[in-house]
Nanobody, 118 residues
Framework: VQLQASGGGLVQAGGSLRLSCAASGSDFSSLSLGWYRQAPGKQRELVAAISTTGNTNYRDSVKGRLTISRDNARNTVSLQMNSLKPEDTAVYYC?????????????WGQGTQVTVSS
């Protein structure tokens, strides 16, 4: 499975961005999907995950602001980001894995930069 993320950019605090990730390869619908991020000097962290059946999981700091969704017909996973804060600034990676919230994704996209200015 290959993942290609897009949609990052520069936005002011309070603004919105939508990240998208297109997947190639087979069995997309059988994979759990997620978004991780890594800020400068910090460890990579899980932001949001979605299972094959649509169950979702979010880290506490993004609940109510970020929404993950998937479209199995188009082999895409998206992350709608609203009410962005400077602390959301990071490189965001889309991921795919065989086991929901395993903590060890099997596949990673190349990353897209999100910068939120104050």
């Amino acid at each position: 499975v290959q993942l290609q993320a897009s949609g990052g950019g520069l936005v002011q605090a309070g603004g919105s961005l939508r990240l998208s990730c297109a997947a190639s390869g087979s069995d997309f619908s059988s994979l759990s999907l997620g978004w991780y991020r890594q800020a400068p000097g910090k460890q990579r962290e899980l932001v949001a995950a979605i299972s094959t059946t649509g169950n979702t999981n979010y880290r506490d700091s993004v609940k109510g602001r970020l929404t993950i969704s998937r479209d199995n017909a188009r082999n895409t996973v998206s992350l709608q980001m609203n009410s962005l804060k400077p602390e959301d600034t990071a490189v965001y990676y889309c991921t795919a894995e065989h086991y929901y919230c395993s903590g060890v994704p099997n596949y990673w996209g190349q990353g897209t930069q999100v910068t939120v200015s104050s």
